[in-house]
């Protein structure tokens, strides 16, 4: 079973900036794509970013392309989601996921899932 887990949530102000981590319990073909997703509640949980951590291949939804990045650190078998001008509408439950194959942007598709860490974004 591979195992997920967040850090780097927390509260900050609209225009500033967040990195959170996402540190997986194995690099196999299991988790051939990771990414972000997030949830407020009564919605449907938001792709935000994946990356195939083979080949660095990144996907962002419009909503953060341009002030978030994905990236990877293969060695310690961990992903990054650099967030930067941050916006109130932002603020949700981030979620990491991992999948093998290709990236998709439902969260269907993905097998393994973290336990979620929260980015609150103030006006």
């Known amino acids: 079973q591979v195992q997920l887990v967040e850090s780097g949530g927390g509260l900050v102000q609209a225009g500033g900036s967040l990195r959170l981590s996402c540190a997986a319990s194995e690099r196999t073909s299991r988790t051939n794509v990771m990414g972000w997703f997030r949830q407020v509640p009564g919605k449907e949980r938001e792709f935000v970013a994946a990356i195939v951590t083979t080949a660095g291949f990144t996907r962002y939804a419009d909503s953060v392309s341009g002030r978030f990045t994905i990236s990877r650190d293969n060695a310690k078998n961990t992903i990054y989601l650099q967030m930067n001008a941050l916006k109130p509408e932002d603020t949700a439950t981030y979620y990491c996921?991992?999948?093998?194959?290709?990236?998709?942007?439902?969260?269907?598709?993905?097998?393994?899932w973290g336990q979620g860490t929260q980015v609150t974004v103030s006006s």
């Open positions: 996921a991992a999948k093998p194959g290709f990236i998709a942007q439902t969260a269907g598709a993905y097998d393994y």
